[in-house]
């Protein structure tokens, strides 16, 4: 089975169970999470061959988040340790009209602080197919920066399949690069671009509106500025408030404008790594179905991540399918 | 008072809190339920005398369980202890979209090797006013079908109102038995249908549709071929997903159709053993209440055990009352 | 800093997680609340300085009960000791169309058992523009009574803002006095009223109906009535069920009635100290708003109050506005 | 199988979890216990036939309780239900060289309103063989003593062996009474004592030392001025910490003086109730052992006891016996 | 680097926390062991290759002990998934004088159920060193017993090192066959026996005692009657309670009689898996270390392990080796 | 009452509950401690006046962060907040001869950021008696080293006394300066040394050795090199495992040496801030008895923190001087 190659953070989410908040916990729930680890997670319960890559501490929490990645199925033998802690984040979930509030400790971290030349790309990349990466990875760091882009390089000199997720967090950046030029730099080593108008208009320094018209004539303008890109898949969310939310598909697949129904969600037990789920079906599509198929895929996908605690995605791809058949009326499985 | 009988297994339910996959648990909540108990639970709290009559498993679980049955407030002079492990079922609570899942570890456990010398049918049933029974019990294995049809036919000899849920399940019926026609013979030995079409189909092998019409029809053509049944008690549930149901009950009296208003619950804790408190509900009515009344209130006991945690029905007949008085505003009872 | 000052009773409330009932746990989540307990943390997290009196019991609950008030930002300067059991509340959460359940254990505790000559209110009220009350306080025993009154009087003295919430507790005033005569003379002692027809009606004793226009003829005579009193605010509630709520606030300024739009919460985490998170709003608003955003600010409060468990609201001044604001779409704060 | 009769207050017990003070808590796991339920639950789990007479609140706090009961194998046909609160009690649990500590509510709760004329002691004890009670009882309230007193007189006419645990705590009797005097009078109405010099030394204003000697001397004082007492069974305790305790067992058998080794105990989970796991060794040996063989039961059942989270003993015969045959060196049982 | 093969079931185990008996428990904590299991897991801490073959449940609960055997380091293409239930025991953790005690659900689970047919020794053994097996394999199932018999015979024929820990339960063994002379057959396809007199006993049907010359005339019997056997390593242990347990290893290397000091853990956290983490300290010795060093490193790991919860000892080679240095007064590591 | 002013970092701690290993673990218990947080509860604790000054975080956790300050009776006005991430450390707690491991993440924390300027030294120590300072600060950062020294010379300057507990951490001192160096200058700013041998060499570059003599040489040369230090306290501790510790006590107090009996607690339920509690003890002894009965407080206070879960000791006044009085054979408080 040919592989897929993710690049990112192993970060730890540390969050108070039951909806409390911070003041009023005395314990933290955790999981290992991170964007691109979520994406991995995601494609391992696919059935999926999935390698990351990425830094850890060399201690008992790195040695955890190790243990971690196995558990979720997902390879680990590019994964170094470095001696510097494993990058976290505090998480208050929200509930109706309460956002969950979000707090990072990463920029001097394990991650932060990967050594480019420990990770073996050339080898790493040897039988693989996709290589995903994210808008987070560059604004961590400079070594994070330069790490991936020497993957990127080494993805596109094999010819593999880049899938760019380039979301922007003005958050990150500290380290004196200019957020767009990067990804727009990192989004020119890749093929299939996966993100909305918002992306795109941060990459091309341009103001489309958020729209169906805005989208496809974003995309057609990201196609056309920065050639690389073949596709763009998005997916667009209203929320009602933090428990309830709707979600539909659309894409622009080079010559086309495509969508799916809105699916909704009215009792979401986590939000977090929703959108990692949507790019996971994505990658999962692009190898296994048509355009429409994948969209479709890649949706059902991100709504049912909304009901699975914790950042990782466990959906099977026999959920995936269910729901896309039209089973959502939570009839038990005997 | 007179006593209520009920006959079936002890089931030891595991679930992760929380909403949590199996994969994402370090510990699991439990509880004993089982159809049969569930509706035995559910009559002891409406106030109504009641005994079961198992087979558990002589060890510490077998003691936890039988503690547990006299906490519920049902009697157990009948529980035999023989040398196998307690039945037990794993569960995955879904949410929204995704669908609860259940695994069971129960076809050789302590209740599917009852010894049906070791019941005293005639003892048991001295003093009893009715005799309930599910199609779970006969699909388990030869021993459980043989004490059970024992037991009816004490009962139909000495005029005891028998009350049968003949739902089929198919990852039962290993034995060599086919189920339908176990079904047919063990109704035959009762009076009062607590199910709808599917159940009717799988015992007449018939095709009657699901619709009013079909369980109209479905349920003349059961007291025509099945004289000893008297009338038939049916809920009809809508999911809109795991955590948002509707549910209506219907029933033909034997002469006529009734139905109840649908009610709604949009913030499902727990959806097993509902069917379970609509059975208990008919079985509180029939000794209580005209048909139509007995519908409504078997409905809103059905109702309400969704916002129950666990396999048992805890709602109390006030409550019960008060749903049927329309006090579903959720106004704190001080 | 002015300083608002509350006066009532530290309450501990003991109930069970996850929606069980009482039979079905081994453990009790516990939080100090008390409704001008809950009106003082409100105030706190909006950044007022606030000082509760109160009394608690010379044990180790005592300790933790204090302990929990300056964790909330509290002032306890004048919290006495006595000793008697701290007052306390168990509490079974419903759910969908179960209400919650409450049952009492207060009538013999530390605060109904406050010695009045302990508290000086003269130095106590000192630097304070707002003193808040209840109708819970006076309701408890003749000591809590005399104790407030003492501090109402001496408030007036003062010319400060007395602000009251005299709703009244048919469970409570087992001491001999009548609750609408004691609830009038104190209201006379008070300048905002906090509440609506029913607080009214049980006052003056009459009959005004639950209506707009109900409201504002009640209003009026209370105004008539207790020349003391210069505005009435008031929420109004609609239960789809137990976990989904409606509520908008309607006010009479002494010169015009005036509302808000609905708020709907259709995933409740916690309902109690709802209302308290609403005079917090109101207080709040008094010294900083218009009546119109005064109640725009109390019912945004209120409503956010439903996702937080507990009695004490930990709502931010953010975090109110932010909902004034239209965002409710649950959008993460990272 | 005749009967043992229990009469007391089921107490709640409320204790942090994992040896934290209150402070340090936002959750309680609770028991019901109480000296006398002890007795019988461990009575119940020895397989003897137990009754509790009591009276409970009436809430769900009350409902529970009995629930609890009906576990522990105890019948509760006599529990009354009244307007109170359930009487509960707040532990800190200690470790090393700190104590725990305990905070009662007891003294306005269910047990301490009972109503004397709603037992109906006659037909309690109509077959029983055994009635236990404990200084804790008459030292809650007036109405508590008259109900025992009545019991004791029905019992001792019955020829009833009544077995009394007389132990003077001095933050009870707050009603009137002085309990030495009370303890004395309850005595004359007993047969067994069940204590030792201290105890002896309250009831009967003497000031007999704590030594072998003096329990010999203060025994005979006891049967010479209280000649209903028959016999005398003590339990000695050494602390080394409050992990780590020694106790022996003592008699004075009307004729001689006889005791045990001394067992040891050095990881203790939990120190309440075990008086009353010794009290219940007492009663059980009295009905099947002699003098000798009974001390060394109750020791070994006290010592047990120590193991278990808790206030009820949950100690088999077996493990008992096991005990009593040396086998205590944690051998897994398959 | 060569690997070590184990061949055994995935047992669930269930027990309440905090030495909670079955009855007062709500919830369980669970792990995957099971006796081989724990050897690999505690091969994979010390950093050797391990990889497992076994049979799992093809359901939700066999895909998290296959993600919990990935989680451990523990290599899993070999393990199959059968159509029933994953095999589990419940365990209540004793203290002080109360010994642990187990039930068993696994006569009729997965790995009982194994097909001998689906495991290819050939391609498992391939690079292979040792090859692990106790006495539980052979005794739970027919199937069992023949999938390792054909696993042993391919791996003396490769050379591999086979090390057998052939401990006799008498629970097991109720397919027909007679477990000493099952035992006695596949010792004699093994090479080093971890195990002492009892064991030995059992398969020779001699009476050795219980000694230090038992133990050698025994180790002499054993080798010169199986003389595939070259060396026989033991552990000692002697409880003072279950809480406080005393060890020291010993071993006849052929020539010689070795021993270790005797080593104590007054406070044990665990104790199921200890003899396992024996075992693999003497795997992890005979690759690396002489036979005195072996059998001290063993019995460190050995005791390493009681302060380890659950089934798995998850003790590092340095930890190991720090106790052997005398490191044992608990001084923090920073 | 005259106040104790501490500076230092507040430190959040995570650490898997029941003595788990992080890999165990999905969710930790947490706490806020840090060496002179834990001084200051401890005193707060004894009932004097104590203000910290630190630098926490601005989000979510350093508001929690600093209510539990507030909490725990620490006064909090000179709390800042900087824009970094809360400083925090993993701890996995050991047992027996598994000694517990602590992994840090704080370096690029809140306090490593604080900003020296807005800390105003002159106004914090207005009313203050002791100022009290450990090692761990200027080994943090440059800035916090520079904060201490400011307020060190405004202690001296205006008559503080200032009590030093120097201990060296090597995984400290990361940012260009040398330890020893830093430390002997900072003591040369203070009156009180609580430390011994080890802290002594390291400041004075020495080799004193670990005996009776040794420190008390060490003590002299210390007072010698550096006049300002009047007297010396020390505690030695002899670990029999994790889970046993033994400790006494010793002091130089300018004229002579005096030592404390050894106490003794085999069952240690957490080792973390027990020099805090040792050092709280020899401030409150500074202001309330002598040296001897000082030096016995501290080590009471010190032994009893092993039975507090979490890093601040919450033993009060009266738990130490029972400990002092020969109380610690765990008799329960009622």
């Not at 999981?31 to 391992?44: K, P």
Request: hydrophobic content about 40%.
């Amino acid at each position: 089975m040919s592989k897929v190659v993710t690049f990112g953070e192993v970060l730890m989410r540390l969050s108070p169970s039951n909806h409390r908040k911070m003041r009023q916990s005395h314990q933290l729930e955790f999981f290992f999470g991170g964007t691109e680890l979520n994406v991995a997670a995601s494609l391992a319960n696919f059935g999926m061959r999935v390698e990351q890559v990425s830094a850890v501490s060399k201690d008992f929490v790195g040695e955890a988040a190790i243990a971690s990645m196995r558990h979720l199925g997902i390879e680990v033998p590019a994964v170094t340790r470095v001696d510097h802690p494993l990058g976290l984040y505090f998480l208050e979930i929200g509930a109706g009209m309460r956002p969950s509030q979000i707090s990072y400790n990463r920029l001097h971290g394990a991650f932060a602080n990967i050594i480019p030349d420990t990770i073996n790309w050339e080898e790493i990349l040897e039988d693989c197919s996709y290589f995903h990466w994210t808008g987070i990875t560059p604004g961590i760091s400079e070594a994070a920066y330069k790490t991936l882009k020497n993957g990127l390089e080494v993805a596109q000199k094999k010819g593999i399949t880049v899938t760019a997720d380039p979301s922007y967090r003005n958050n990150l950046w500290k380290y004196g690069k200019e957020g767009g030029e990067v990804l727009a730099e990192l989004t020119g080593l890749s093929n299939i671009f996966i993100g909305g108008v918002n992306e795109i208009n941060e990459i091309l320094k341009t103001d489309f509106e958020l729209s169906r018209e805005g989208f496809i004539e974003a995309s057609k303008e990201l196609i056309f500025t920065i050639p690389s890109i073949e596709k763009v898949f998005d997916k667009v969310r209203t929320g009602v408030s933090a428990s309830w939310q709707k979600i539909y598909g659309q894409a622009w697949t080079g010559t086309e404008y495509i969508n799916t129904v809105e699916l909704e969600i009215s009792s979401v037990i986590d939000r977090i790594g929703t959108g990692d789920a949507f790019a996971a079906g994505i990658i999962y599509g692009l190898e296994n179905y048509d355009d429409q198929y994948t969209l479709e895929f890649a949706t059902a996908s991100c709504v049912l991540k909304h009901t699975i605690l914790g950042d990782n995605s466990l959906v099977s791809l026999e959920e995936v399918l269910d729901v896309m058949n039209g089973n959502t009326g939570g009839r038990i499985k005997r």
